[in-house]
């Protein structure tokens, strides 16, 4: 049976990694909501960067509405089981932090005085990464669709990216952060990607 007549279904089963995310980041949704301004605590500022140091990475939990978290967890939710299987829990979550650390950096590069928020850099950078390793699964988009492999899709979504990122005009989106994400997931996949050796060791980075 080749990849893409596998089910979407059987290739979304929470791990505990991506179910960790989950509800992380629907945890942090929820008061955020309700409260003004709590969100704020955790927002990536440029203006605040040296006094509040910890939102370079507390802006990947944090979503600016229901709709924003939705498309980011179902993103999370199809693509990141299947990577996690394959790499490993902790491996997962350094990629994922990666990812979402370079589409902060190469959104600041790109908008030095624009906030960040979201998980989208993170998002990005897995599905790069889970498409480059199993290319033809299949991806049934809200199984309405037909199915398409995986790597047409994210393909396509990541040319459109720096299609985004080069057009002058602004959509409120920063798809500065999506690129960086990819990026991102490419440099660690090629330099700082580890895999457990025999007894547990840790061997040299492998691409």
Do not use: C
Not at 131 to 138: E, F, Q, W, Y
Not at 141 to 156: D, H, Q, S, T
């Amino acid at each position: 049976m080749n990849d893409l007549s596998q089910s979407s279904l059987s290739r979304t089963f929470f791990t505990p990694a991506v179910r960790y995310l989950i509800i992380a980041n629907v945890a942090i949704y929820v008061p955020g909501a309700l409260f003004p301004g709590f969100d704020s605590w955790f927002t990536f500022d440029p203006e605040l960067e040296w006094i509040q140091p910890w939102t370079a990475f507390t802006h990947m939990f944090i979503h600016g509405n229901l709709e924003h978290l939705f498309l980011n967890m179902f993103m999370l939710f199809h693509f990141g089981p299947e990577l996690e299987k394959r790499w490993g829990q902790r491996e997962f979550i350094q990629l994922y932090l990666f990812a979402g650390l370079g589409g902060l950096a190469l959104h600041y590069w790109f908008y030095p005085d624009l906030g960040l928020l979201g998980a989208s850099g993170a998002i990005y950078g897995v599905s790069l990464v889970s498409a480059l390793k199993s290319p033809d699964a299949a991806v049934h988009l809200f199984g309405i669709f037909p199915p398409i492999k995986a790597k047409y899709l994210v393909g396509v979504s990541a040319v459109g990216t720096v299609g985004y990122v080069l057009s002058p005009q602004a959509d409120g989106i920063s798809h500065a952060a999506h690129l960086g994400g990819m990026a991102a997931s490419l440099l660690y996949l090629k330099y700082f990607r580890t895999k457990a050796g025999p007894k547990g060791l840790r061997q040299a980075p492998t691409p």
